[in-house]
């Protein structure tokens, strides 16, 4: 019936003993920390900019712990303590667009 995939069957018997297919639209995965995969918090489905993401720096992509260690690194990295290379690879990527700036 339906082409796209997003739509999840469900199929029913009717009263009358037919066989049919429902259709129904599949609720969104929840948010999640892109480098530890927790749940995101203060994320909502519905509502403006500010209910649907957080306005902090990486609001939306990492939880507060994980962008609280890039911030560490970020500047850890600016000062010359460490090397972008001894920053682990999950939070490579993140250091790196803070250091870019
Ligand atoms: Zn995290």
Redesign the pocket.
Known sequence: MYRSRSYKKARKVTRTGKNVVHYRRAKNAPHV??????ELNGIGSSGGKSRRTNSRQFGGV??S??SAEVVKFGSRVEQGEIKLDDVGTRYRAYVLQLVAH
Request: charged share 10%; with cysteine; glycine share 0%.
């Open positions: 920390c892109a480098i530890c995969l927790v990492l939880c712990r994980c």
